[in-house]
DNA sequence: ACCTGAACACCGTTCAAGT
DNA sequence: ACCTGAACACCGTTCAAGT
């Protein structure tokens, strides 16, 4: 209800305002800003708890599919559902392993569909982190971009529409051949598009004969 | 040379110190913090700049290779070496689109490398900007975690070591069954992992018929 | 058992004043 | 043309004190 402080200006320039602080967290629930201590060992602990709660609201209601990939898809697709809906939250989490019962749970959906794709226990617990690392990576960017205030987001979008059109012909003859063609920084699409050329690299394996691997 | 403050406990319980601030920088440089003001707009300013040099430096000497992949590969592993050699400056620079000579000129190379590899201009356009966000993504990432203090850092890993390895077989058959073939999340290999696929993907593209895009 | 409030050691940024 | 230094509005965290 009460609008926590004007705060006419951000800590970073290019900080959207209304990141998680004691302070704002104290005055949202009536209470004052150090009484968190009394519930979190520190702010870590609060971000812990957090990425489990994210899980959660992401994983309702799932149930895997027959087909592996769409299973795979789904779970994805919610995980970075929750991170978009909570940007400034995204970033604090994204990059930690939350080791609590919502994150088991997917983590065990998304090796099983491996496993019944037909990929060896080997091939699922490597395709597992490196499909899950692009998830979240690409969440860390899309988050983080998200948090920037409007103006500074404005300025890379438009690098794609102004400073990248503006380069001259003759020095420039690719980037001018598909500038067309090239999606903005944060185009939606980029994360399925990327995370079907994955499944397509390792449905591939699955029909091929095993590689090498180091 | 002087240490600037004894910085007994930072800023975030999570935060492993020494982040770029101007304080720091103007005990550095022998000035006062708000000097650098008469030189950047603002701390965003300074960062955009930073990308810029960043770049450069990920770019000198660098020749393409007539193997577009190798070209490729080896572009995207300049970037990433120098985002991992000033990991809390990678934070802050790499969801950022630097729009300066040094970007213009990877982003040129790159997809030129795509375009030699048989591509459309279309196909090129897309698949410069799904990889370079696979790249980005997984920098943040890496360098977020690494930004994190050494004991932040060790319990998360300490998860696939001890926690992952916990869990009931029964309720967990599948993460029990690939857990010895799970790598770590900061495993350094990852990355070639990742990239490898997404163009064993694009080069899929490249020999089959080309498929309906969206 | 839980909360308060002052205090500490930090932030980016502004602005009047210096040279 | 460039720098200083006080000030402002913020941070996470500690700790003695309250109920």
Known sequence: MASPSSCTR????????????????????GVDATAVYRHFAD????????VDRL????????TPDDNWRKTNVDIYERVRAVHLKFP??????????????????????????????GLSPESAGRYYRVLTEYVLGYMIEEATFRS????????????????????PDDEFPNIASSIDHIPIDDDPRIFGWGLDLL???VEQQIQAPPPVST
């Open 10 to 29: 951000s800590r970073y320039s290019n900080s959207g305002g209304d990141s998680l602080t004691f302070r704002a967290l104290g005055a949202r629930l």
């Open 43 to 50: 702010k870590d602990e609060l971000i812990l708890e957090l």
């Open 55 to 62: 899980l959660k609201e992401a994983m309702a209601g799932f």
């Open 88 to 117: 400034r939250l995204a970033v604090l989490v994204a990059s930690r392993t939350g080791r609590r019962a919502h994150e088991f749970s997917a983590v065990e959906h998304i090796i099983g569909a491996l496993r019944r794709a």
């Open 148 to 167: 920037l205030d409007a103006a500074t987001q404005d300025g890379d979008r438009r690098a794609w529409l102004v400073e990248y059109r503006a380069l």
């Open 199 to 201: 499944l397509d690299a």
